[in-house]
């Protein structure tokens, strides 16, 4: 696994086209993204998005929780 810079607008046509037969991305440029976003289409099943949420360890994701609930 290596982290790259990409241009979003290139990698959403090359994963349509299937050029990359698949990736796995956490975080876009404008967070959150907009409607239009090129990776934030319905016809891209082979991009998995997941949430930038491994910012810290458990025990301060519930100290987080906890103070939110607060």
Do not use: F, Y
Request: hydrophobic share 40%; aromatic share 2%; glycine share 2%.
């Amino acid at each position: 696994m290596c982290d790259v810079i990409v241009n979003e607008a290139d990698l959403a046509g090359a994963l349509r086209a299937r050029e990359i037969s698949r990736t796995q991305i956490d975080a876009l440029t404008n967070k959150p993204p907009d409607d239009d976003h090129p990776l934030h289409a319905d016809n891209l099943p082979n991009l998995l998005a997941n949430p930038h949420n491994a910012w810290g360890p458990v025990e301060s994701r519930q100290h987080l929780a906890n103070e939110i609930a607060t």
